[in-house]
């Protein structure tokens, strides 16, 4: 129903694109449409295959989030004024006072639960009532306040069962302990991630990468970009927006492989790659724009122009012939800083490779094999079986007799 819902939403929101956006805005409006049918999507397959499993649950939450607060906002944005307190009008502004609870809290909940949908051992299991307490409390807050606010207090509309006084400073009082809280929540709930994934074996670190990986993106992502955010008026700020919403998506994508175990042990391999070229990315930019600079002050200063076309050209073959080397350069030093094993144990290989080229004696094949094997796999225990094939000499025919 929630995929129902989703595609639904997907189709009115892309027809009701305005026309003529720029590449980019049109990029990011596809990339928010895409959002809730990618979790919801998740959220089916998940609970499907795993229905005891609470994290397609906690998906299928997030995937109301997102399928109905566009609605919603769309809705609410039409008034300028309070609309009249129907309960429509009531039970819309209501929901969409809390709705975003309903991101968060799962969020929480699955740092805790991942990926077995269980929390780590039962002694954390304190912390789902904890959260269902918090949850709890939040929802009669919303519901009995006196008047309910527009979500940027454009707006109020006067609650019909409204019992606890709309002023600043007592809502703060009421409010201000649950922010504590659930900060306190997520702080505990990556804890008993991190606890997981030193006492997890070794199918279930892989997972937990998944999601790390994920969540390390969003960070990169989302710390730079920050102060473009909500700027919707400037190609920055609709540049950041689509990373954003690119990198919220990667959180049910991550999640679906880590759970489903579709193509789970490359998240090494894509760990390694995102490193480097991250790292190739930001140095060649940083060599290509400190060039430019160099370059136009000195040959402004030859020719006597401020600008020259000939500094853009040099420096961009100057990043053409640095890409391949500073490239190899960037991923050896990150195999020696992060992968040192799997480094190491490359080297090796390349060397066995080269010495057995030229070698024809069994014995010295054997050692440079037993000494391979050492390295790289460091086994306990290491024992080579050589089988010599034994050859039987065949008899030849006899032949046929002739009697006179």
Excluded at 146 to 154: C, Q, S, T, Y
Aim: charged content about 10%; overall charge positive.
């Amino acid at each position: 129903m929630v995929c129902l819902f989703a595609l639904a939403n997907f189709v009115g929101r892309a027809i009701s694109l305005p026309a003529g956006e720029s590449i980019f805005q049109l990029a990011s409006d596809l990339a928010w449409i895409v959002l809730p049918v990618v979790f919801a999507v998740v959220a089916a397959l998940i609970t499907s295959r795993q229905p005891r499993n609470l994290i397609g649950w906690l998906l299928v939450a997030q995937s109301i989030f997102f399928v109905l607060i566009a609605p919603v906002d769309a809705y609410l944005g039409k008034f300028t004024a309070a609309p009249p307190p129907t309960i429509p009008n009531l039970l819309i502004t209501w929901f969409s006072n809390w709705s975003w609870v309903l991101l968060v809290l799962p969020l929480a909940l699955i740092l805790l639960l991942f990926p077995t949908g269980r929390p780590p051992s039962p002694r954390w299991r304190w912390v789902l009532f904890y959260a269902l307490g918090m949850f709890v409390y939040f929802i009669l807050l919303a519901t009995f306040v006196e008047n309910i606010h527009e979500v940027n207090d454009a707006w109020m509309i006067p609650n019909p069962i409204g019992l606890i006084p709309d002023h600043p400073a007592f809502l703060a009082t009421l409010v201000t302990p649950w922010i504590v809280s659930l900060g306190v929540l997520i702080i505990v709930c990556a804890v008993a991630l991190f606890v997981r994934y030193r006492r997890a074996p070794t199918v279930e670190r892989l997972q937990i990468k998944w999601l790390l990986f994920a969540g390390a993106v969003f960070v990169v992502v989302y710390v730079p970009l920050l102060p473009w955010q909500g700027n919707m008026q400037s190609l920055a700020g609709v540049i950041a927006d689509l990373f954003f919403a690119l990198s919220i998506t990667l959180f049910p994508i991550a999640i679906a492989i880590a759970i489903l175990r579709h193509r789970l042990w490359d998240i090494d391999v894509i760990i390694r790659k995102t490193l480097t070229y991250s790292v190739l990315t930001a140095l060649l930019a940083l060599i290509f724009f400190g060039s430019v600079v160099l370059l136009q002050q000195a040959l402004g200063s030859i020719a006597g122009t401020e600008t020259s076309p000939i500094g853009i050209v040099l420096s961009t073959l100057a990043i053409a012939a640095l890409f391949t080397p500073l490239r190899r350069q960037v991923q050896n030093t990150i195999d020696r800083r992060f992968y040192r094993k799997n480094y190491d144990a490359h080297k090796i290989l390349e060397r066995f490779a080269a010495t057995t080229r030229y070698e024809v004696e069994v014995e010295q094949l054997i050692q440079h094999l037993m000494s391979v094997s050492e390295e790289t796999l460091q086994p306990e225990s290491l024992s080579l079986w050589l089988i010599t094939p034994r050859y039987t000499p065949r008899r030849p025919p006899a032949s046929p007799s002739v009697h006179p």
